[in-house]
């Protein structure tokens, strides 16, 4: 074989995995969401009319999900708030695209203007649901007023009540619960969840 033909031969091979490549990447940018991607869905997908959306990292999984929590919009409907989940090109970390989870939905419980709730559970690599790392989460705008909540935890050893402060952010405030679940084997359960504004006053319930 000439060395030519040889070069030749390489070219090709080459230029068959820089087309894969491409196509692969391609797929991956018009199937994922830059950040202001997921704003974008925020704002077409929004129920109350919001004009504007705030990014929240979650903590523990800073680098897997992220939030938008709707800062205005009208008054009168739910609190949303928006799941985002970081996708990873390969291994390659280097790009910040995400995918949209799930947004809240309304209970019909009393102060549902005040804040939004999401509950869901995170998956792996693979797409299969963690039942040991679900996710609660409370958020609203910092105009809502709400400086404290309290909550009922049962576990198998019996049920007890917690109160605590809510953590402020400079747009928005949010409570996470993590590892809820219920089973056979374990229990760990959040419910009547309470929400008290800077006076004492309780402004609502989840």
Known sequence: MTKSKICKGVLIAVSCVVSVFAIVLVYYFSTTMSVQ?????????????????????????????????????????PQEVFVFKRKFFGSISAFDRYEFVMSSTPSGKEGEDKFGSIQFFTVNDDGEKEPDSTLLFFGATKDSDITEYEYTLTTREGSNVYRGNVVKGTTFWFVKFFGLRNDENYKKVISDVKFYDRNGDLVGIW
């Open 37 to 77: 991607g997921c704003i974008d869905y925020c704002l077409e997908n929004t129920s109350r009319n919001a004009t504007d959306f705030d990014r929240l990292g979650d903590g523990r999984y800073v680098e897997d999900y992220a939030y938008f929590i709707a800062t205005d919009g009208d008054s009168s409907k």
